[in-house]
């Protein structure tokens, strides 16, 4: 089943931040994470994803800190903090709304 780009849309934030609740992670884990956790039904694309990180970032609901690779350029690692946290918990209230009402 494909699902439609609306929805994915949609849920991208609420998704990210679930991801981030596990642990902090990079924009490739996160995709693969995405991908794994919906059985390959959702793929993101890099250029899907890091708008939304980006604006996460901005509105104060992750933080950030760059990691040397040793076999590679640096990574940018996301992390979830208290404000998004509790930003979470209020999306996941509406998701479980909307999905209790369909």
Known sequence: ???????VAASAVPLLLSILLEGESYGYAILRRVAEL?????????GMLY???HRLEERGLVRTRWVASEIGPARKF???NSQGR???????RQWMLVSSTL
Do not use: C, F
């Open 51 to 53: 708008p939304v990180l």
């Open 78 to 80: 996301y992390a979830l």
């Open 86 to 92: 509790r930003h979470l918990a209020e999306a996941r």
């Open 38 to 46: 919906s059985e390959g039904q959702i793929a993101w694309t890099e």
């Open 1 to 7: 089943m494909r699902v439609a780009k609306d929805l």
